[in-house]
């Protein structure tokens, strides 16, 4: 049977069935119809298949431009080959499909090169067109300011900032495609891993579209709220260490691009490409001229209308780009009970649905490394508490103290829990800053590997600072902190379990534990094995005094050797700690 063949790849199968020949190839007991890969090589076109046609490469792999629905489904091998390379729908293994009718197809791997390039370890075979969310994200200065920083910190600085920045992208579904000098480019909308699944298929219904749609642009603006959340505490080491704060500018375009991994087959990378991706860079670039820092095209827009606050709108020529394109300024998340910007209806009474709402907010706010700090803060604003007087405890009290010494790596912290129970106020959802504040250190543990621990809400703020209170001083010994824990309601046990907490911290510039961001028993072990610090770890007078009463010493070493027992007792003693103007008993 003669086939039409043209350069390009293109091949044309007419009405005419094929069987295979009565002797086969060695090793080859399929009956019926031939494979496209047989048709073309009985007719002599050149199509390459590396691993001999048993579907154990993508070499013979063809594009099916007419009448798919004339080739055989899918073999077993086909599908999973198809899976680990990302192989399309529309594209078939030529040594497995057979054609039952018509076709026309055309050859993707056409010379030496082009089957390197597909059999290379791990690397997708194609791309797609996908509707995606493009996010463009841009420090201003940053070049200027580190000419007069030592090349150590011009990387030290330049990392701690990706990392916020991406713990926003990721914690929002987002894909991280790129770093460019101190920008970043992001895509939402992609639901899979790029390099181990094939892609997502576009919706056919167009209810789920715009579903779809709606979710990729709300992750993506919820991930430049959170970057923008994540650069206030970002300057705030700036400010301390540099003397210096950073501006920041980001735009968001949603729309079709080409989506795929390219690049040396040794070294491929996931991406996205074409006037998406563009329109997004220059959406970006926009807030310069606009003097804004959070600019969204129209497109963009109109698929999450009701979920955010948006200020100004800008009518502006882009660069490269024809006409005027209409940009809006976003200021935040809805204002408007039961919007859907956190997946769930915001409710305005405390209980199960309003601690969950919390724990969702602070989550998308606080990074690991940052845990610490806010349990610190917490430990601050509960060491007011007095119990034979009532006053004090988690009541919020700290936000009007940090001005003090002990506080003063603290404000950033601070700063954040403000600006979230703005954000619940501006929702008509009342939530003091005690509950964010407790939720916050509960959420501290857990996202360092610790215990759950169960909460409520209902905690009163004060209306000023707490006129008395206690930090623990270095030099204190044993008897004063039992008497100072006794004061807020906290027996011996407590004491020790909650000195546990240390884990997480630093003293001196030195971390307690090697691992800091973990919370173990390591603290206790130390405590157990050593009665001297090491020289890069940190261990107090108020520590090694643990160890200086029988009960408090059972303790450390119980906890030393049961990182359960130590977990289960630290919730207990938490809960006690922080039930602040909860009043609840124990």
Same mark, same amino acid.
């Given at each position: ?23 086969? #190839? ?20 050149? %199509?390459?298949?590396?691993? @001999? ?24 091998? #086909? ?23 018509? +076709? ?26 996908? %509707? ?41 579904? @987002? ?69 210096? #704060?950073?501006?920041?500018?980001? /735009? ?11 690049? %040396? ?45 948006? /200020? ?12 005027? %394109? ?85 404000? /950033? ?15 008509? +959802? ?19 590997? @610790? ?6 809400? @209902? ?23 039992? #008497? ?95 039930? /602040? ?6």
């Amino acid at each position: 049977m003669q086939i039409s063949f043209e350069k390009d790849g293109q091949f044309e199968v007419p009405d005419e069935r094929q069987t295979r020949p009565a002797v086969a #190839e060695a090793g080859d007991s399929r009956d019926g119809p031939q494979t496209l890969l047989e048709i073309s090589l009985a007719n002599e076109i050149p %199509h390459t298949h590396a691993c @001999g046609g048993h579907a154990r490469c993508s070499t013979c792999r063809v594009l099916v431009l007419e009448h798919p629905e004339n080739l055989t489904p899918p073999t077993e091998a #086909e599908r999973e080959l198809a899976r680990r390379k990302g192989l399309e729908p529309g594209i078939r293994l030529a040594c497995q499909a057979c054609p039952t009718g018509p +076709v026309r197809v055309r050859r993707l791997v056409i010379d030496r090169e082009d089957a390197e390039i597909a059999i290379a370890e791990g690397a997708p075979s194609s791309g797609r067109e996908q %509707h995606v969310a493009v996010l463009f994200s841009d420090l201003r200065g940053f070049t200027a300011v580190t000419e007069n920083m030592l090349p150590y910190d011009v990387i030290h600085v330049l990392n701690r900032y990706f990392r916020k920045m991406g713990e926003a992208i990721l914690a929002n579904h @987002g894909f991280i495609d790129k770093y460019m000098g101190d920008g970043i480019m992001a895509i939402f909308g992609i639901e899979s891993a790029p390099a181990d699944a094939a892609l997502p298929t576009e919706e056919s219904s167009g209810d789920a579209s715009q579903s779809r749609a709606r979710t990729a642009v709300a992750n993506a603006i919820r991930a430049g709220l959170d970057m923008q959340a994540g650069l206030a505490e970002f300057n705030v080491y700036m400010r301390e260490h540099f003397d210096h #704060e950073f501006r920041m500018g980001i /735009g968001i375009h949603y729309g079709e691009a080409i989506v795929g991994e390219v690049g %040396h087959p040794r070294s491929m990378q996931f991406s996205a490409l074409g006037d998406t991706v563009n329109m997004a860079s220059r959406v970006e670039s926009a807030c310069k001229r606009a003097q804004a820092e959070f600019l969204i095209s129209e497109a963009t827009r109109e698929h999450a209308p009701d979920l955010f606050r948006f /200020g100004r709108r800008f009518s502006i020529q882009l660069k490269g780009k024809a006409g005027r %394109h209409i940009l809006s300024e976003v200021l935040g998340p809805a204002a408007t009970p039961g919007s859907e910007q956190s997946g769930e209806a915001l409710v305005s009474d405390s209980g199960v649905d309003l601690a969950t709402r919390i724990r969702r907010e602070l989550r998308r706010r606080i990074s690991r490394d940052q845990s610490p700090q806010y349990l610190r803060l917490l430990f601050h604003d509960a060491a007011s508490a007095r119990v034979d007087s009532g006053t004090g405890g988690c009541d919020g009290s700290v936000r009007f103290e940090m001005d003090r010494a002990q506080n003063e790596n603290l404000r /950033g912290c601070a700063r954040v829990l403000t600006q979230i129970q703005t954000e619940f106020a501006l929702n008509d +959802v009342e939530v003091s800053f005690a509950d964010l504040l407790v939720f916050a250190g509960a959420l501290a543990v857990e996202i360092c590997e @610790g215990p759950q621990i169960p909460l409520e809400t @209902g905690r009163r703020d004060a209306e000023g600072p707490t006129p008395e209170g206690f930090i623990p001083e270095e030099t204190d010994a044993l008897p004063t902190l039992v #008497e100072r824990f006794a004061a807020m309601g906290l027996n011996t046990q407590d004491l020790v379990v909650l000195s546990g907490a240390h884990t997480l911290g630093r003293a001196n510039e030195k971390p307690y534990t090697a691992d800091l961001y973990t919370f173990s028993n390591t603290y206790f072990q130390r405590l157990a094995l050593e009665e001297s610090p090491a020289p890069e770890l940190s261990m107090l007078a108020t520590d090694l005094a643990l160890l200086q009463n029988p009960e408090a010493r059972e303790l450390v070493m119980t906890y030393a050797r049961d990182e359960e027992r130590f977990h289960r007792d630290f919730a207990r003693a938490f809960r006690k700690m922080t039930r /602040g103007s909860l009043k609840s008993a124990e």
